[in-house]
């Protein structure tokens, strides 16, 4: 591992600096701000910066850096994938595309017919859709093969019934791509279909579901003999769990997480140190609480290099593998214990909610005086349970670093 840029890194990582020195709009910034809701937001100057934003990065042909250039992406190398995530989460600068360029798109490319990539491929990278993932459903988390939603062919349609759950921006979203069984009687592995939906089509309706802290992120999403036409299936017919699998992302290091945890922990020190920190923390009065403050700061570090070890193997041309689900077993807890520990030394005022420009919830009390840095921790650890859980839970993290990191048999 080599922690040093070479020249030809260091000048791009300075090309990336200056963009966004240069082109992040005012209200973008430090976590500011939001593109995925931003560019349907009522108000036409939020939505003006949304805009602003996203040509930046058009410009540059950064939209989606990991797509092949063929394809209107950057075709960055996983080194310069790394690089320009780094500096963009270090700047609080707000991702363009949602999953349409992360998800969608990438498994389009591999699996999509010619139609389908050119009808869709060029308004994800223009903006003019944005994309959300119909995944989940209320008996099929984990278990994600256990769906039951049903998509039966009628004609030239398909028609869908069934319910999704944790569908995360679905009141943002212009179309879904969901998994749907097409065939009941196969394996549950197979038998699955890979669909691509508009929300405007008749039969589907979105309740928001709220979470403990107040924010609406994510919905239950209900369909009611919704007609997608056939030619939407993308890759083969039952065969769209593998398809669901796919993303050409290369670059897995999880760079974004650990530069965030940094910032976190870093934010929590230099306030505990300022005059106001001084008298409503209690580092002071506990040993133990400098302690796991100082531990906390150590597993950032940590993070840090369990996100450099990976981007190194993929660099050095291996592909990781239970090293991927070790950082991200690793992240998921420390950002649990990273609102844990900051609540704690902040003792009774951590129980003031506050909010800051970029918060918007149900529990907002901007006028709160007594809130540390407004209610920050107190939001984080409340919203801190699903880590453990969302993207694969630490259980199933453990199994796969124990089967193909340490060879164990399973059970």
């Known amino acids: 591992m080599d922690w040093n840029d070479s020249p030809e890194q260091a000048a791009f990582r300075a090309e990336v600096k200056e963009l966004i020195e240069n082109g992040l709009p005012e209200g973008y910034g430090n976590g500011r701000g939001d593109w995925v809701s931003d560019r349907k937001s009522e108000d036409a ?14 410009d540059k042909g950064w939209i989606a850096p990991h797509w092949p250039k063929e394809y209107g992406g950057a075709g960055l190398s996983p080194l310069e994938q790394f690089i320009f995530k780094q500096e963009m ?16 798109g990438p498994t389009i490319i591999v ?34 093969a256990s769906l039951q939603t049903r998509a039966v062919r009628d004609g030239d349609d398909f028609v869908v019934n069934g319910q999704k759950i944790w569908t995360s921006g679905a009141q943002y979203a212009d179309w879904l791509y969901l998994l749907a069984r097409t065939d009941p009687e196969a394996p549950k592995h197979r038998g699955i279909s890979f669909l691509l939906t508009k929300m405007e089509t008749p039969g589907i309706s979105i309740r928001p579901l709220i979470d403990m802290a107040g924010f609406h992120t994510f919905n239950e999403t209900f369909f009611e003999d919704v007609r ?24 897995r290091s999880n760079i974004t997480g650990a530069i965030t945890s940094r910032k976190t922990i870093d934010r929590l020190i230099n306030y505990v140190n300022s005059d106001e920190g001084k008298e ?35 660099a050095a041309g291996q592909i990781p593998n239970y090293e991927a689900s070790t950082s991200k077993l690793f992240n998921s807890e420390l ?10 030394a902040l003792g009774m005022y951590a129980q003031f909610w506050g909010s800051d420009d970029s918060v918007r919830n149900t529990y907002n009390d901007p006028e709160n005086p007594y809130a540390p840095m407004k209610g920050h921790f107190t939001r984080a650890y409340v919203r801190s349970v699903p880590s453990t859980i969302a993207a694969g839970t630490s259980e199933i993290q453990r199994n796969i670093i124990a089967t193909r990191g340490l060879g164990l048999p399973r059970g």
């Open 45 to 58: 100057e939020v939505r003006g910066r949304a805009e602003a934003w996203q040509q930046a990065l058009a």
């Open 89 to 104: 989460t270090e700047a609080g600068a707000p991702a363009v595309g949602g999953q349409g360029v992360s998800q969608l």
């Open 111 to 144: 699996h999509g017919t010619d139609e389908q990539k050119a009808e869709h491929l060029p308004k994800i990278l223009n903006g003019e859709v944005n994309w959300q993932q119909g995944y989940s459903e209320p008996g099929s988390g984990s278990d994600l």
């Open 228 to 251: 997608v036409p056939a030619s939407n299936v993308v890759g083969e017919l039952n065969r769209g769990w593998y398809v669901g699998a796919t993303l050409l992302d290369f670059e």
């Open 280 to 314: 409503r923390s209690r580092l002071d009065e506990s040993v133990s609480l400098r302690h796991d403050v100082a531990d906390r700061f150590i597993e950032t570090e940590v993070q840090f290099n369990f996100s450099f070890r990976i981007i190194s193997m993929q």
């Open 335 to 344: 950002t649990q214990k990273l609102a844990r520990t900051g609540t704690q």
